[in-house]
């Protein structure tokens, strides 16, 4: 019996994977994840108590993930012991290997406890290149140029994740948006050492 009700609960999880990352969390119906995952909406309720659990359950991980990512890189640039290439190229390897779940967090997560995620990301990414300006310069760079840079990049990684790419293209095309975004991260170090 274990054995089917994990064969169950994992079909439901591909199931609603499917439909989030398709329709989003409002236009996702549990009746098509049951149907794709041929069993009653009754079985869904056995394991999941609603569409927002579920939702919760299959992005919940990756969303953790993301987060420690960003923790990890604030503390290793207040160690330096990361580069920010090295970093992205973190990022990006994840963000690959996760795509399915980073598509539903980007596109489909209105409604849930995880609509703001994006936003939330952008600020925090603001907010720990501010510090590195801060402690490498002494004094905060341009706000809105750090918004916009980091706005930029994270719109790249949406690119990135809506496209349909093979592995090789995606990986090529973010190494050019590691470039342009060291180029910008560039610019708004020389404008705040030329305003010191």
């Given at each position: 019996?274990?054995?089917?009700?994990?064969?169950?609960?994992?079909?439901?999880?591909?199931?609603?994977?499917?439909?989030?990352?398709?329709?989003?969390?409002?236009?996702?119906?549990?009746?098509?994840?049951?149907?794709?995952?041929?069993?009653?909406?009754?079985?869904?309720?056995?394991?999941?108590?609603?569409?927002?659990?579920?939702?919760?359950?299959?992005?919940?991980?990756?969303?953790?993930?993301?987060?420690?990512?960003?923790?990890?890189?604030?503390?290793?640039?207040?160690?330096?012991?990361?580069?920010?290439?090295?970093?992205?190229?973190?990022?990006?390897?994840?963000?690959?290997?996760?795509?399915?779940?980073?598509?539903?967090?980007?596109?489909?997560?209105?409604?849930?406890?995880?609509?703001?995620?994006?936003?939330?990301?952008?600020?925090?990414?603001?907010?720990?290149?501010?510090?590195?300006?801060?402690?490498?310069?002494?004094?905060?760079?341009?706000r809105d140029l750090i918004h916009i840079l980091?706005?930029?990049?994270?719109?790249?990684?949406?690119?990135?994740?809506?496209?349909?790419?093979?592995?090789?293209?995606?990986?090529?095309?973010?190494?050019?948006?590691?470039?342009?975004?060291?180029?910008?991260?560039?610019?708004?170090?020389?404008?705040?050492?030329?305003?010191?």
């Amino acid at each position: 019996m274990e054995k089917t009700e994990s064969a169950v609960r994992s079909r439901l999880l591909e199931a609603g994977k499917e439909e989030f990352r398709n329709k989003g969390f409002l236009k996702a119906s549990l009746r098509s994840i049951c149907r794709k995952a041929d069993v009653t909406t009754g079985a869904l309720y056995f394991f999941f108590e609603s569409k927002a659990s579920l939702f919760e359950e299959i992005v919940e991980e990756t969303a953790g993930s993301l987060e420690q990512i960003a923790g990890g890189f604030a503390d290793s640039q207040r160690e330096k012991s990361m580069q920010p290439d090295e970093y992205d190229r973190l990022v990006i390897n994840f963000i690959w290997e996760n795509r399915d779940i980073a598509r539903i967090l980007i596109n489909g997560a209105e409604g849930t406890k995880y609509e703001n995620f994006w936003e939330d990301t952008c600020k925090k990414m603001e907010q720990l290149l501010q510090e590195s300006f801060v402690k490498s310069y002494g004094k905060e760079a341009d706000r809105d140029l750090i918004h916009i840079l980091v706005e930029m990049k994270l719109q790249g990684y949406a690119e990135l994740l809506n496209g349909d790419y093979s592995q090789e293209k995606f990986l090529k095309l973010s190494k050019m948006l590691r470039i342009c975004s060291e180029r910008g991260y560039q610019v708004i170090e020389e404008e705040t050492i030329s305003a010191q």
